[in-house]
């Protein structure tokens, strides 16, 4: 029988003299649990915007980018690219040619990145469902068009409703530029905008789609592009996607960089982790403070429990028994804290994931707050909210228990 454990069981729902010890400990578990839940709830709706940001990437960027190691451009032939089209898992291919560009509409100008894709990119993505105004289409009969993100669109005025074109200008590879006449050192091209998208700020505010075959006369290029993008089977999971990217590094060689979507966007993803790192640790913060009423009750509880203190040690109790027991005695109301939040903290996220009774104000994505629970986060909860309510429950029982053997002296 564990007899720490016994008495401070006994000890946390015994009735005591001074009620506000009672009370105080009461608050102490209250405080912990909303703490608690409240981690867990913002954990998941955090989790649920991330998996949105990512979904929502995900129709404009590729599971997979090859890109050149060296230089810009390069002509996608060859037994290795075959090998990869043909690799289990891969769906689709597309080859894409990215360039800034500057564009003149209507007497606004701007830069923007063009990025030109083929007619099997405009047929298979599904970046046709984030279109708000127009149509996803790159021709009009044998006239090329080009869609915009909406941040562009609104900053040059463009509207798929208009028949003005815009002006496309990149400056000519082969020709030197010209001061007398530097419009000999340009090339161009003209096309109206056929839809407006919105996928998220960053890509709204610079992206332009336009077709390959324009965007290779514009840039003075034949048949090389700037990469491969790699779409793949909806199934695949990141351990498989792992192995592709392994398999391809082999068959392309050191020519060639491999990327998966973490490497395509390296600092946005690590942004994310880091804003839910800090959310965690401010939220543990908060957490520490509601966890020094514990300080308070069990500082209080001692006091009151002298004459018992002495007792124990009549029976043979040792100090570190004592202080076991007292700590103990604190840990377990930071404990009834945390099972309860995690009861209130784990249904709420599963009841709003299902049923999704929370709405989101205005005109979003979606129509509520996007919640993903994950293990990992429970766990991390659990050990977070438990090693501070220990910490914060040993503060206070071993001065005072040794005040106490002092007093006593």
């Not at 505010?205 to 003075?220: N, V, Y």
Request: net charge neutral; hydrophobic share 45%; with cysteine.
């Amino acid at each position: 029988m564990n007899l720490p454990l016994f008495i401070a069981r006994r000890y946390l729902f015994a009735k005591k003299s001074h009620n506000v010890i009672n009370i105080i400990s009461a608050i102490s578990a209250i405080g912990m649990a909303i703490g608690t839940a409240a981690l867990v709830i913002i954990l998941s709706v955090y989790n649920g915007f991330d998996e949105l940001v990512k979904s929502t990437l995900s129709n404009v960027e590729p599971d997979i980018l090859v890109v050149p190691a060296k230089g810009k451009v390069f002509v996608p032939k060859g037994e290795a690219f075959e090998t990869i089209a043909s690799l289990p898992s891969v769906k689709e291919c597309y080859p894409v040619l990215e360039e800034n560009v500057f564009v003149d509409y209507e007497d606004h100008q701007g830069i923007a990145k063009a990025k030109g894709v083929d007619e099997s990119y405009e047929n298979d993505s599904s970046l046709a469902e984030h279109i708000t105004t127009g149509v996803f289409s790159l021709y009009k009969g044998q006239l090329p068009q080009m869609v915009v993100g909406a941040g562009l669109a609104y900053k040059m005025g463009m509207n798929p409703a208009f028949l003005s074109s815009a002006t496309i200008y990149f400056p000519a590879r082969d020709r030197t530029f010209s001061l007398s006449n530097p419009a000999a050192s340009i090339e161009s091209i003209r096309m109206r905008p056929s839809g407006i998208f919105t996928v998220n700020q960053q890509i709204d505010e610079e992206l332009i789609i336009l077709p390959l075959d324009q965007m290779r006369q514009l840039l003075g290029y034949e048949e090389e592009v700037s990469g491969i993008e790699i779409r793949l089977e909806e199934e695949t999971s990141q351990k498989e996607t792992g192995k592709i990217i392994k398999q391809m590094k082999s068959v392309l060689g050191p020519g060639f960089k491999v990327l998966d979507r973490f490497r395509q966007n390296t600092s946005l993803y690590k942004m994310m982790r880091y804003e839910k790192a800090a959310i965690f640790l401010i939220l543990i913060f908060i957490i520490i403070i509601i966890a020094f009423n514990i300080f308070g009750s069990l500082t209080m509880l001692i006091i009151e429990k002298e004459d018992d203190i002495e007792t124990f040690r009549s029976l043979g109790a040792t100090d570190r028994m004592l202080r076991k027991t007292f700590t103990l005695e604190g840990w377990l109301i930071s404990l009834l804290g945390l099972g309860a939040g995690l009861v209130v903290g784990i249904s709420f996220a599963l009841l709003q994931q299902k049923f999704g009774f929370i709405k989101m104000p205005g005109n979003f994505l979606v129509n509520a707050y996007p919640v993903i629970l994950q293990w990992s986060d429970i766990v991390l909860t659990v050990v977070g909210v438990a090693l501070v309510g220990y910490l914060i429950a040993r503060l206070p029982v071993r001065r005072n228990i040794s005040a106490t053997t002092v007093g006593k002296g």
